[in-house]
């Protein structure tokens, strides 16, 4: 085995520095697969073997060594599918089993080596590919990208654990429709544009009125089974629903409960998905009622769903600690806690990243199993890694950034403005680092990653092109502030 890694290591002229990457080495049937860093920091497969496993890679370079082939193959999608075939840990599985399991949201589609380093060991699953539409529009990426750079990533680090990929936050079949086709195991189901917000503002009168236009019979059966009825979901939490609440959950739910059921029958049943029902794009909190409601119809039908994702009381804005009450948010994590125990399925919780300050009581409370959802937070690690790099190129993300902040709040619910984030005549190449640790400059580098990345000059993405440069020549940045960073969310979860 020395002795292959020598002999392949002296044929690419490899140095102490760069090589075969020590991880990624695998020997299968005489075959053998490494992972392997040029100069250019660039990455590629190298198999030595047979010409009948060899042939099936797209290669750049092929040659004779030790009386076998060795090809040099780029990481494309083809040879992905190739090395999944023979090393079927490269793919995606559901999370049914896990009862941890942590959503890392890789938009740039490199930090997936750092987190597995993480996550190693901590019982945890890591759901590295999790991607919604809008993300994949605002990155230019597709879905084969995302899961295609999670598994060789996978593969990189020998990890062979399991990994999570979660088709966010799709909201009609031909999303679903593409993701399952793409290769996705879970879909998060995003009822939102079923969801009636309106409902929560009307008065008394209002409310009786839109109630009376439901279905007679579909009023008769809801309020035999729930009006004035008391539910208990464990020893010490039960739900009771009186007129007002019941009507409201009906109102406010019932055709997304009914577009949850269509979507479980045409996709989630067929394609054995794991399943993760999203309410948390919502106006008002999900109440215990509500939560409820939909659990118990949704039970009904024989929907099973591995998480479900109510909205919490507070403000879970993007890339900042949570905002609101703690001793409330506790209180009802624990009644929403308990409903999903119930019910047979672990809450999710779609922190928007950096919600520090709930972290321990989920850790605490959810005792047997809890999915959290990151998604920005990557990114602005990235960021890091450039401000440290190239200060003078920070400064013109951020001012960037600050000029399309309304073009980018348009997509997303946060209090920063123009004028309460960090000022760019206060900023200089000496502090411009801390713009990723004010919270209001956070959520301006975090909102506008779209536009800074899909910005073209005479046809070329100079920014997205400038900042994966950055990070190629310093992963070890990167690992470092993501090990930093994510490491702090899963502590503080008590993992
Ligand atoms: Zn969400």
């Not at 029958?265 to 794991?274: E, G, M, Q, R, S």
Request: hydrophobic share 40%.
């Amino acid at each position: 085995m020395k002795n292959i890694v020598n002999a392949v290591n002296a044929y690419l002229n490899n140095t102490d520095a760069q090589g075969l990457v020590p991880t990624s080495i695998q020997n299968l049937d005489d075959t053998f697969f490494a992972i392997h860093q040029d100069d250019n920091h660039a990455k590629w497969l190298v198999v030595l073997g047979s010409e009948d496993v060899t042939q099936k890679f797209e290669t750049v370079e092929t040659t004779n060594l030790d009386g076998k082939i060795l090809v040099k193959a780029p990481l494309s999608d083809h040879n992905c599918d190739v090395m999944s075939s023979y090393f079927t840990w490269m793919k995606p599985v559901k999370r049914t089993g896990h009862a941890y399991s942590f959503g890392l949201g890789d938009r740039l589609g490199i930090a997936s080596n750092a987190h597995l380093k993480l996550f190693k060991g901590r019982g945890v699953l890591p759901v590295l590919a999790q991607q919604s539409i809008r993300e994949l529009n605002l990155t230019g990426r597709t879905y084969t990208d995302v899961i295609n750079a999670a598994s060789w990533s996978v593969f990189e680090e020998g990890y062979m654990d399991g990994f999570g990929a979660d088709g966010d936050h799709l909201k009609n079949p031909f999303e679903i429709d593409y993701a399952i086709k793409c290769g996705f195991p879970m879909i998060t189901l995003d009822c939102s544009e079923h969801i009636r917000n309106e409902v929560g503002e009307f008065d008394e009168a209002t409310l009786k009125a839109e109630y009376a236009k439901v279905n007679e019979t579909l009023r008769t059966n809801f309020e035999n089974e729930y009006l004035n009825k008391t539910f208990a979901v464990s020893d010490d939490v039960s739900v009771t629903f009186n007129e007002k609440n019941l009507m409201e959950s009906v109102l406010i739910f019932n055709d997304a409960i009914l577009f949850a059921i269509e979507m479980n029958d045409k996709f989630v049943v067929p394609h054995d998905l794991d399943f993760e029902i999203s309410i948390d794009e919502t106006i008002v909190p999900t109440t215990p009622e509500n939560h409820y409601f939909i659990a118990n119809e949704l039970k009904k039908h024989d929907i099973v769903v591995e998480t479900m994702a109510p909205k919490f009381c507070g403000e879970f804005q993007k890339a900042i600690d949570y905002r609101g009450d703690l001793d409330q948010f506790r209180e009802e994590y624990i009644v929403h806690e308990a409903i999903a125990k119930h019910f047979g399925y672990r809450l999710s919780i779609h922190s928007g990243s950096d919600k520090f300050a709930v972290y321990p009581t989920i850790g605490e409370i959810s005792k047997e199993g809890w999915h959290v959802k990151t998604a920005g937070t990557n990114w602005l690690e990235a960021l890091r890694v450039v401000a440290k790099n190239d200060k003078a190129f920070m400064l013109e993300l951020y001012k960037f950034a600050m000029d399309h902040l309304n073009v980018a709040k348009a997509y997303y619910q946060i209090d920063a403005t123009t004028d309460n984030a960090l000022q760019l005549k206060d900023l200089n190449i000496d502090n411009i680092h801390t713009t990723l640790d004010d919270d209001m400059s956070r959520q301006v580098l975090h909102v506008t990653f779209g536009l800074i990345l899909t910005h073209e000059v005479n046809g070329v993405k100079v920014l997205k092109e400038r900042i994966y440069e950055i990070l190629t020549q310093h992963y070890d940045d990167y690992d470092y502030f993501l090990e930093k960073h994510i490491g702090k969310h899963i502590s503080l979860l008590n993992k």
